[in-house]
């Protein structure tokens, strides 16, 4: 696994990206209906993966079988929820905040966060990628306060700092200075 500022540093930007996702559905649905806003969202997430398998030369899959289970897991993880999500966040009112919005929402709330997720899971773990599930609300309460209006309670600030506070524990590694000897599990040290 590799450390250090460039795997946080994306761990923050997926966070960004992810966590962004519920005001974009909020200004695209100000044009455009749930299932309208689910398509152009899945269409535009598959095309930005498709031209980073592309330009990094990987293959697709060329078997039915594999194809049939990756339909079936879009659908659940990713087209449903995303539908769900609109009709949740309806508002109807104008064109284009929507369409501006679906396509943020779809190159990156989508694609983008996507192959961001898949390289934080295979360079850092899964303990990484958990905690970008953390950071959601987070980034989610704090858009909504600055670009919607919405309020921000005492409550809802303290919940705020406990999981940054708990992602950045997560986070941190202690220094151990280079002079000092490395430490075996019973806690002696190891000979040089």
């Known amino acids: ?93 104008s064109g284009v905040a929507g369409v501006v919005a679906v396509t943020i929402l779809g190159v990156f709330g989508t694609g983008i966060t996507f192959y961001l997720n898949y390289r934080i899971l295979s360079d850092e773990g899964r303990t990484a990628a958990a905690t970008v599930g953390y950071l959601l609300p987070v980034v989610s309460v704090a858009l909504g306060a600055l670009f919607l209006g919405e309020s921000l309670t005492p409550r809802v600030i303290g919940g705020m700092a406990v999981v940054l506070v708990a992602v950045g524990l997560t986070r941190w590694r202690p220094q151990v200075p280079a002079n000092c000897p490395a430490s075996s599990a019973g806690g002696l040290a190891t000979p040089k």
Not at 33 to 53: D, K
Request: glycine share 10%; aromatic share 10%; with cysteine.
């Open 1 to 93: 696994m590799n450390g250090g500022r460039g795997a946080s540093a994306r761990v923050v930007v997926l966070a960004l990206l992810w966590g962004s996702g519920f005001l974009w559905i909020k200004l695209a649905l100000t044009g455009l209906s749930p299932v309208h806003l689910t398509l152009v969202r899945c269409a535009l997430g598959a095309l930005t993966l498709l031209a980073m398998a592309f330009a990094a030369r990987q293959r697709l899959p060329r078997d039915g079988r594999t194809w049939a289970r990756l339909i079936v897991a879009a659908f659940f993880c990713n087209a449903l929820p995303f539908a769900l999500f609109g009709i949740a966040e309806r508002t109807v009112d």
